[in-house]
């Protein structure tokens, strides 16, 4: 999966898919699939390829017959964000009559709303004190991300340890959501962060990332029932 900035949802998953895939989505429809070859594709494109010799393939470690099949693919296919795909399921399993594919955050605050994200997190910034990140020194480690349909509006917190300046934090975002109608949200307290370097051999390059990092607390507001 890559990532893609979609118009409706912004910065994103995708996931690429066959042609037949594709058309399906823009009619507000989903096809069965099966991943193979990095590609969603439909039992159309399955059988017309013959693609299960392919099941067992793994990228980068394709075989050439692989390579080609994937660009024969890859020369129609389209990249689709996550949270679209997940919409029209969502959307095209209610008009059959079905029970929800996945608990669906209907009202969360997403990147449609990115002004009042933006406007949530400055003022967390300005009525508590966070830590410096050690990810990003020139900020405070605290993340507000927007929802989508999949996962709601999430608030992440580090160094906030004690259950009191917790608790002052959530009375806070309690006050503030007041004003909205999109009031699910989930917040994360975390103890320190783990930021680490993930050596590399050349040519390729050094990174860091995340290591195991201590979850103290997770909040969450008004969620969807779960499916059953």
């Known amino acids: ?27 507000g429809t989903k096809l069965r699939s099966i991943r193979i070859l990095e590609v ?10 013959d693609l299960a010799r392919f099941m067992d393939e793994e990228f980068p470690d394709w075989s050439n017959d692989a390579e080609v099949q994937y660009k024969t693919l890859n020369a129609t296919s389209k990249c689709r964000c996550v949270q679209c795909i997940a919409a029209v399921e969502l959307s095209s399993t209610r008009v059959n009559g079905g029970p929800d594919p996945f608990p669906p955050y209907e009202r969360t605050l997403t990147y449609l709303q990115q002004d009042i994200v933006e406007r949530l997190e400055t003022a967390l910034l300005g009525a508590f004190e966070f830590r410096q990140s050690v990810v990003d020194p020139s900020r405070k480690a605290l ?20 259950r009191s300046h917790q608790d002052a934090i959530l009375q806070w975002l309690e006050r503030f ?15 320190a962060e783990n930021w680490k370097e993930v050596p590399a051999e050349p040519p390729a390059i050094s990174a860091f990332t995340r290591g195991p990092e201590e979850l103290l607390w997770q909040h969450d507001t008004d969620p969807p029932p779960p499916v059953r």
């Open 1 to 27: 999966m890559g990532i893609i900035r979609c118009k409706v949802h912004g910065v994103q998953g995708f996931y690429e898919v066959c042609e037949h895939i594709d058309a399906a989505l823009s009619a």
């Open 40 to 49: 969603e594709v439909c039992e159309t494109c399955e059988d017309r390829y």
């Open 143 to 162: 993340w507000v991300r927007y929802g989508a349909i999949t996962r709601p509006l999430t608030i992440t917190i580090y160094y906030v340890t004690e």
């Open 177 to 191: 959501f007041e004003r909205f109608p999109q009031r699910q949200r989930r917040v994360l307290f975390y103890g």
